[in-house]
């Protein structure tokens, strides 16, 4: 679907909100040059709703029940997308990690990375969130692409997909 797919996908976990109210004011400004401060930031909101979400396991690894747990609950009634969702999930924890280990402890990553709130969770998110831009694209993962104007085209065919194959669509479609 042309234009849909374009944005990154930021998830549905509804502790995202939460943690997007608590750390907000901690965003850098927009002219801030700083990037260890956005890697600061960033990292920090996503353990945050990793740790709301029960993701982290122990020795800081993702703890893949929870996230089976979350697809469960999440996608309970729209079983594709969950497959992709745990899919992601099991490409990212294994890529991520080998990659992660590799550049850890280069003196470029020790300083970007420097303050930051357990950054491999931050990478495996980043990897999640872009998986459906490297691999495929499902129907579920369309959103429209705010600079080619495609909302409206987007949104239709999600909706008849989800209609082919009888699901009910997602709540905020339907809004």
């Given at each position: 679907r042309n234009g849909c797919c374009s944005?990154?996908?930021?998830?549905?976990?509804?502790?995202?909100?939460?943690c997007m109210a608590i750390h907000s004011a901690k965003m850098?400004?927009?002219?801030?040059?700083?990037?260890s401060k956005l890697m600061k930031f960033m990292s920090c909101f996503v353990?945050?709703?990793?740790?709301?979400?029960?993701f982290i396991g122990k020795g800081d690894t993702l703890n893949m029940k929870m996230v089976k747990l979350e697809a469960?609950?999440?996608?309970?009634?729209?079983p594709k997308e969950k497959e992709y969702f745990l899919k992601s999930y099991?490409?990212?924890?294994?890529?991520?990690?080998?990659e992660f280990n590799l550049m850890k402890n280069t003196p470029g990553a020790k300083s970007l990375l420097r303050n930051s709130?357990?950054?491999?969770f931050l990478y495996l998110h980043m990897c999640v969130?872009?998986?459906?831009?490297?691999?495929?694209?499902?129907?579920?993962?369309?959103?429209p692409d705010?600079?080619?104007?495609?909302?409206?085209?987007?949104k239709e065919a999600r909706a008849k997909c989800y209609a082919i194959d009888g699901i009910k669509p997602p709540l905020m479609d339907l809004l």
């Open positions: 944005d990154i996908f930021m998830g549905d976990n509804p502790n995202m909100i939460k850098p400004d927009d002219n801030d040059e700083d990037t353990e945050c709703f990793y740790k709301k979400s029960k469960e609950t999440l996608y309970s009634q729209r099991d490409h990212c924890r294994t890529h991520v990690q080998t709130c357990r950054p491999f969130m872009e998986y459906h831009q490297k691999f495929e694209c499902p129907y579920f993962r369309w959103k705010m600079m080619s104007g495609t909302d409206a085209n987007c």
